[in-house]
């Protein structure tokens, strides 16, 4: 709906609520008068009851949740009450003259109290009721939604709706070729057995008074599962290992902890490699 239909129709509420209120004037103001109001009070009685049917409404308008039932049940029980007045009001024709009898709303006396009491009890329950309701409305904080406008809608939907085909697209880099890698020259081969030329030295055994305790074969479990590698597999893992090193970090404990060798072999293959890198270096600047 647009702005000019929404005024319209607030205003044509506006109209039916005045006219309703014109009309139960006069019996608002005969009750309470009937029940011993003076000319102003009588005046003022259609405002307690009516207005606050106003106030309800408004705020059930403004409201939510449980202050919303809240109004919506001082709204039915004061238009309740409104309407049981005017019924009254159209029953009893005594009421349309000015000499009616001063607290007589009934013939019956329990509905004749009755309907004082409604009558005498609706003003203080407006100052009651209406201030609960005026204090619900300046504490309410609105729940605020993040407003889009048509451009942003439309935007997004026009990214999703893009296929991948009209993304851009960056050329690729060209590929150059790898060059080949020269030819090294073979590494020398060192023997990782040391000689053990040593003079023969006879040992003779210790006798020991205590008896020997004999000794069965050694289980599978308990025999190590890594086999025995040649001086030429150390040597292939060593350069494999140190192919990124350098020459500062290629030491005996490196290669030993790489390679999970004895620190005698660490030593060995350790200058290996570094004689190896020595006669690469050496080649590479005959070259150049």
Not at 187 to 192: D, F, G, I, M, R
Request: net charge neutral; hydrophobic share 45%.
């Amino acid at each position: 709906m647009n702005r000019w239909g929404k005024g319209l129709l607030i205003a044509a509420l506006v109209g039916v609520v005045a006219m309703a209120f014109r009309v139960s004037w006069n019996a608002l103001k005969d009750v309470a008068t009937a029940t011993g109001a003076d000319e102003t009070a009588a005046t003022l009685y259609p405002f307690v009851v009516d207005g606050l049917m106003a106030l309800a409404l408004v705020a059930t308008l403004v409201l939510t949740g449980d202050a919303r039932r809240f109004a919506l049940r001082v709204l039915a029980a004061y238009t309740l009450a409104s309407l049981v007045l005017n019924y009254v009001h159209g029953l009893v024709p005594e009421l349309h003259d000015k000499g009616v009898d001063w607290g007589r709303l009934a013939d019956w006396d329990p509905a004749n109290w009755a309907l004082v009491l409604l009558a005498t009890s609706l003003p203080v329950g407006s100052i009651y009721f209406g201030s609960d309701l005026v204090a619900k409305v300046l504490h309410h904080r609105p729940i605020e939604h993040p407003t889009t406008t048509p451009n942003q809608d439309q935007s997004s939907e026009t990214y999703v709706n893009r296929s991948t085909a009209d993304l851009e697209v960056s050329p690729p880099a060209p590929i150059t070729p790898t060059p080949a890698p020269a030819e090294l020259p073979a590494a020398p081969v060192v023997s990782l057995v040391k000689s053990t030329d040593r003079v023969p030295v006879s040992v003779v055994a210790a006798e020991s008074t205590r008896p020997r305790r004999a000794t069965g074969r050694v289980p599978d479990v308990a025999r190590s599962s890594r086999p025995t590698r040649t001086a030429e597999q150390l040597l292939t893992e060593a350069r494999t290992a140190t192919a990124d090193w350098t020459d500062r970090e290629l030491t005996a404990e490196g290669i030993r902890k790489a390679v999970r060798t004895s620190p005698a072999k660490a030593r060995v293959l350790r200058e290996t490699l570094r004689a190896e890198r020595e006669q690469s270096a050496g080649t590479g600047e005959a070259v150049a």
